[in-house]
């Protein structure tokens, strides 16, 4: 009599009496038959780990190799083996990224959202497909979950990078003012890191901080004084602040370190200009004021006989109707007039910088002079204010 | 207190044969042993847990087959495409023909004609040919799904274990849906959904003596197979977020058109499965390849994603993956692939090709709406969630489980108000252009006549108070004699009087006999004379079957009121429950 045959008996018996062994008989049977189960699902998972290892280093090396198209295929199937894995997913996201399908690839970013809303990489391209789809709320919530968020390696170098990209996301908008508040945050967190300065200073200049700006550049230029982009951006810096000598010793820095670079060139010689025309300069003479005061008044001049001079009719006219006003000045524009009335020093160079904004250029490109005319005469207008 | 001397000799030894092994083994067990239906529950407990195991084992059997034929990618390569399920077939038909003759069909059917036509019995070979064939078809890319053949394998289970443990006949019946529920619980993933199910199209009305043993197995096969297989889902579900008010004529939309597939692909079936099993049997046995031979075809033209069950599909469907081009054409082409897959008799399920074409029809609705008004920002995975119940609802027919489903499988109660607008609609049109359920003109082609369960569901249960007549106009004085009574009752034609004691208690008393003791001048209050029934009592809501059962034995039933026992609201006789039923409606009539 075979065992089944015993428990098959037993089972027959009264109802009252069978209960507990049958219970015992369907544990038993329970375990054996969970024993196989596990063993078959054992083999299976260990099939579906290999293939889902194998199809997601196949799409990795797709992706390396630019065949984004060919990189989502494979993730997927990846995923199909090991739907589960959070990091498969992220990289089928950016495959699909990568492929220029930004919606697909948002749909994914926001599935992986709700299970690690703290997670850096994923908020910064929700953040990044958000601004791209000019969603500016939730561009700026996703670019604060990336600043804020855990990142698997180099975190606060991943963090400080996205909040350059915020920065770069308000400058773009235009919105200079939450640019330069989080720019402010950025600088009191910065490493003693050349570049970082320099990138930080450039910012503040992009929004118009000159100040902090200028600051910066120092101190980038402190870390790395042979930067010829830092000596540069503070020369430019201190030029736009009207710190003219501080400019002229940068300038001069970044003209000797790179000659050919024509731009830094003309900044100079207009900001020698203005050092050289510029009579409300402190610390000099009455007679030197009277002798640039008098200088300007010969550039204007110049000015207006070359335009008489040139080809263009329209410009012969406008430079006739424009020499009635400014002739007023012939009678006074002497040395010893004006060191005796040094107070229409001011009026000269004001009226010398309304004509040379007026005069076209047609009449030809205006010198380092003309140009220092004008920044001179604005100057001038602050300081009256 | 005495005992004679042969007693006490008794006693002494009844004492002493308490503690001999056989006794103690008996008293043990005694002890040990419950009643039978709380070993039911256990029994259920047992059912869930081996379902949940073959489930695992028949999901796991797929894979594998699906890897050996189509190959581990997403999209398998078109010559595997192209000639694996035409092959399968082949030897699908071969096993049908010679050693599986009962596997064919979905499984569902089969489970409910197990129950009641051969008491839920269901054979080991079927349940074994059900997980071979099954599997084979839908490894190979047959377009057809594992929740019916599940099912069908949790019954058999359950069928198989009731044989060996010599249940009664009832207990045989009831451990059906049993297993059922237990099959349908492990293979979807969803305890809620598929206990609904269960009891929707199988079961076909609430009954608390089965729910627990139902609900128990299912919760039970499902824990099993998430020890095996994970609890992560057959797809995942993104974020549903917020639905607006404006979106709902978008998803009426979706009903509408659901409600559509669903009668295009019922009206397919119907059409095509009845010819192909009125053609010869050498053409039957070639038709799981044909069927495999024309899918092979879809796939290489550029639809693989019809093949098999298609849940990886569903899943990026869900993220937005394709467009509403790609969606709508994916559903049509479902319907044309498990159309041809199912009348083959190819064994498979129609649930999860349901959910796939629901999923692309509803992600086909959400993208046009988001192309045509992108202010509204609904998520394309809530309408293809919400797409999944308009066809469980328009072509199963399972409008509870279907609203059930979305809830169960999204965990997001903001989407019941779109599931009930767009399942309304499905369900409505599906049913006035279908009168009769795509699952029950399956089992009419199959020459069976099971009940029409959704018919069922919605006849109305007559009560006492749709039978009952007012109650008499005079309610005699039960401490009155004869003599004082019968000129208060003489005029009126009734057969019986009722009589209300100080107390309130309610008696009757039969016309003749009141007439009897007034002719004889009897002295004594009608309380105190043997002439008096006792009438059973009911209350106006309880169930007229019970009335029918009291007013077999009882000339009359009084209704009492709940809130006032003594009070009186009318009486019913065998007669008037009688004419209550003939009047109501008949199931099947007109049909």
């Known amino acids: 009599m075979s065992c089944y045959d015993i428990s098959m008996n037993l089972l027959r018996r009264d109802f009252v009496v069978r209960e507990p062994v049958l219970v015992g008989i369907l544990v038993l049977i329970t375990i054996v038959f969970s024993a196989l189960t596990h063993s078959y699902s054992a083999a299976y998972d260990r099939k579906r780990e290999a293939l889902s290892k194998e199809w997601f280093e196949r799409g990795s090396q797709a992706l390396t190799n630019h065949q984004a198209d060919q990189a989502v295929e494979d993730f997927r199937t990846a995923l199909l083996y090991a739907p589960q894995r959070w990091d498969y997913r992220l990289r089928l996201a950016e495959a699909l990224t990568a492929t220029g399908r930004t919606r697909q690839a948002r749909d994914y970013y926001l599935s992986l959202w709700p299970s690690k809303p703290t997670n850096g990489p994923v908020n910064l391209a929700l953040a990044r497909l958000s601004a791209e789809a000019g969603e500016i709320p939730e561009a700026e919530r996703y670019y604060n979950g990336a600043i804020f968020g855990d990142w698997p390696a180099d975190a606060p170098d991943h963090r400080r990078d996205a909040l350059f990209e915020l920065i770069d996301f308000y400058l773009k908008r235009g919105d200079t003012g939450q640019a330069e508040s989080q720019l402010m945050i950025l600088s009191s967190n910065l490493p003693e890191d050349a570049s970082l300065r320099l990138r930080v200073a450039d910012l503040f200049a992009r929004v118009g901080d000159d100040q902090r700006a200028s600051r910066e550049y120092r101190q980038a230029n402190q870390l790395n004084p042979a930067n010829p982009a830092g000596i540069l951006g503070a020369g430019q810096a201190a030029y736009r602040m009207g710190n003219f000598h501080e400019a002229e010793v940068y300038l001069s820095q970044a003209h000797a370190v790179n000659p050919s670079d024509e731009k830094t060139m003309k900044l100079l010689d207009t900001t020698r200009a203005i050092l050289e025309l510029n009579p409300s300069e402190a610390g000099i003479s009455a007679a030197e004021r009277a002798r640039r005061a008098l200088a300007i008044y010969e550039t204007v001049n110049e000015r207006l006989d070359s335009c008489k001079k040139s080809p263009d009719p329209s410009a012969n006219a406008l430079a006739a109707s424009l020499e009635g006003p400014w002739r007023i000045w012939k009678p006074n524009a002497n040395q010893r007039h004006l060191e005796e009335h040094p107070d229409q020093i001011n009026a000269l160079v004001r009226s010398a910088a309304s004509m040379e904004s007026q005069i076209p250029a047609s009449c030809g490109p205006p010198s380092d002079k003309d140009s220092a005319i004008l920044l001179i005469g604005r100057q001038t207008d602050n300081n009256g204010k | ?591």
């Open chain 2, 1 to 591: 207190m005495t005992t004679t001397p042969a007693i006490s000799d008794m006693q002494d030894q009844r004492q002493s044969n308490r503690w001999e092994p056989a006794a103690l083994a008996k008293r043990i067990t005694s002890k040990l042993s419950f009643d039978e239906d709380r070993f039911f529950l256990i029994l259920a407990v047992f059912i869930g847990i081996f379902a949940g195991l073959a489930v695992v084992c028949f999901r796991i059997t797929m894979e594998w087959t699906r890897l050996l034929l189509l190959g581990s990618a997403l999209t398998p390569a078109p010559l595997r495409a192209f000639l694996a399920p035409c092959l399968a077939g082949l030897v699908i038909a071969g096993l049908i023909f010679t050693l599986f003759r009962n596997a064919p069909g979905s499984g569902l059917n089969q489970t409910k004609a197990a129950l009641y036509i051969s008491d839920g019995y269901i054979s080991i070979r079927t349940v074994i040919g059900k997980f071979v064939t099954a599997s084979l078809a839908i490894g190979s890319g047959h377009s057809l799904g594992p929740e019916d053949p599940s099912l069908q394998i949790g019954a058999g289970l359950a069928s198989a274990l009731g044989t060996r443990l010599h249940l009664s006949r009832k207990k045989m019946r009831l451990l059906g849906p049993v297993g059922a529920a237990a099959g349908l619980a492990a293979a979807f993933n969803a305890p809620i959904s598929a206990v609904l199910f269960v009891i929707e199209e199988i079961i076909g009305h609430w009954s608390a003596g089965i729910l627990g043993a139902v609900v128990l197995s299912a919760v039970a096969s499902v824990v099993t197979m998430r020890l095996f297989l994970g609890a992560e889902p057959l797809f995942r579900i993104p974020v549903v977020g917020v639905i607006r008010w404006e979106e709902l004529a978008a998803y009426a939309v979706l009903g509408i058109l659901g409600g559509v597939a669903s009668l295009v692909f019922s009206k397919a079936i119907g059409w095509l499965r009845p010819r192909i099993k009125a053609a010869p049997k050498t053409f039957q046995f070639f038709c799981p390849a044909i069927a495999g031979l024309l899918l092979g075809l879809l796939a290489f033209l550029g639809f693989p994603q019809v093949m098999g069950a298609g849940y990886g599909f569903i899943d990026q469907a869900m993220h937005d993956q394709y467009t509403w081009e790609v969606l709508g054409l994916l559903a049509g082409m479902k319907i044309l692939a498990t159309t041809l897959s199912f009348s083959s008799g190819t064994p498979g399920g129609m649930f999860a090709p349901t959910l796939f074409i629901g999923a692309m029809l509803g992600g086909a609705v959400g993208t046009v709406e988001r192309l045509v008004f992108p202010h509204l920002t609904g998520s394309v995975a809530t309408y293809c969630l919400v797409g999944m119940g308009v066809l469980f609802a328009g072509f199963l027919r399972a409008p509870i489980t279907s609203v059930f489903m979305a809830l169960e499988v999204s965990g997001d109660y903001s989407i019941i108000i779109p599931v009930l607008v767009a399942n309304t609609f499905s369900y409505l049109i599906s049913r006035q252009l279908q009168r009769v359920p795509a699952l029950e003109v399956i089992t009419r082609q199959d020459g069976l006549h099971l009940p029409a369960l959704e018919e069922k569901r919605e006849q109305e249960n007559l009560s006492v108070e749709d039978a009952m007549q007012p109650r008499p106009a005079v309610i005699l004085d039960a401490s009155l004699t004869a003599a004082q009574a019968w000129p208060l009752v003489a005029a009126s034609n009734e057969e019986y009087f009722l009589l209300q004691s100080a107390g309130g208690r309610i008696a009757v008393i039969p016309r003749e006999a009141l007439q009897s003791l007034s002719d004889s001048k009897d002295p004594r209050p009608l309380e105190e004379t043997r002439s008096l029934i006792t009438a059973p009592y009911l209350h106006p809501d309880e169930d007229l079957e019970d009335a029918l059962r009291l007013a077999s034995n009882h000339p009359v039933v009084l209704v009492l009121s709940r809130a006032d026992i003594t009070r009186v609201l009318g009486v019913l006789t065998l007669q008037d429950t009688l004419d209550a039923y003939r009047k109501s409606p008949v199931n099947g009539e007109g049909a």
